[in-house]
């Protein structure tokens, strides 16, 4: 079996901060750390590692610094790393990344069997929870998102999705696309003498471009995307301070009206 896992490098949320003036991150001096939801997928597909003696191969786009979290997936016990990086595919929004991560994942395909494509739900520097569902239409393939637990037995995928107030069993032929939400049990750590391993120069650390993968820059980067970020800012909250007078029946009834009024009830 072979497992392809999506990660992204992206900004240590414990430490960002962002420009009030531009409404812009402030991305210099912030540590760059794996996206956690995907730290989430890594696990899914290690444990089919263990379980099935999957191949798990880690793919990323970014810049080349991006390589840090393909030799923590390594050391976290990958066999594979894969770094999409082209200037080309700068300020991609989700369609044009999909897409570009989709060729990629073409190319995988042309060098040997792909079963299953792994990533998180989300991406905690933009949270748009879209890159699983696109990648899957972009391959043409069946998606199961918000998966908690995951079991592969054949030719079928078994998955717990993660609900509001339910959790839904879903079987689907593969190949297919998973979105992580959770797993049975935290990520593990990277083990020291795999990290060690993954930081040499034989590690098995690949680095494409547009012309590896074929992707034509009209579809590709800014060029490719279908939407702008016209602004980003912080949300501006005010609290009112409203005293209730009367008995306790009538500050009861004042208090009934004032939620009522605000659609709070």
């Known amino acids: 079996m072979c497992v392809a896992v999506l990660v992204k490098q992206v900004p240590d949320s414990a430490e960002i901060k962002m420009d009030p003036r531009t409404g812009t991150l402030i991305r210099e001096g912030v540590p760059a750390v794996m996206n956690p939801d995907d730290r989430l997928g890594l696990e899914t597909a290690l444990a089919l590692k263990d379980s099935l003696g999957a191949l798990v191969t880690a793919l990323s786009m970014g810049p080349i610094q991006a390589v840090d979290v393909l030799s923590e997936a390594?050391?976290?016990?990958?066999d594979r790393g894969v770094l999409l990086s082209d200037r080309n595919f700068a300020g991609a929004d989700t369609w044009a990344t999909s897409f570009t991560l989709g060729r990629a994942l073409e190319?995988?395909?042309?060098?040997?069997?792909?079963?299953?494509?792994?990533?998180?739900?989300?991406?905690?520097?933009?949270?748009?929870?879209?890159?699983?569902?696109?990648?899957?239409?972009?391959?043409?393939w069946p998606q199961v998102t918000y998966?908690?637990?995951?079991?592969?037995?054949?030719?079928?995928?078994?998955?717990?999705r993660r609900l509001p107030g339910l959790v839904q069993?879903?079987?689907?032929?593969?190949?297919?696309?998973?979105t992580v939400l959770a797993t049975p049990q935290?990520?593990?750590?990277?083990?020291?003498?795999?990290?060690l391993w993954a930081c040499r120069e034989a590690a098995p650390l690949e680095v494409w471009d547009a012309a590896d993968i074929e992707a034509p820059a009209a579809r590709t980067g800014l060029k490719g995307s279908l939407t702008r970020v016209v602004k980003t800012f912080s949300?501006?909250?005010?609290?009112?301070?409203q005293w209730l007078e009367g008995t306790a029946a009538e500050q009861s009834q004042a208090l009934l009206a004032e939620l009522r009024g605000h659609k709070l009830i």
């Open 74 to 78: 390594l050391a976290m016990g990958a």
């Open 169 to 178: 069993k879903v079987l689907c032929p593969l190949p297919a696309v998973v």
């Open 107 to 140: 190319r995988l395909m042309s060098q040997g069997p792909l079963d299953l494509v792994i990533c998180g739900r989300q991406a905690s520097d933009g949270d748009t929870a879209q890159i699983g569902p696109q990648v899957a239409e972009h391959l043409g």
């Open 235 to 241: 949300p501006k909250g005010q609290r009112v301070t």
């Open 147 to 160: 998966v908690e637990r995951l079991e592969v037995e054949g030719r079928e995928l078994r998955a717990w």
């Open 186 to 195: 935290a990520p593990r750590w990277p083990l020291v003498d795999r990290l």
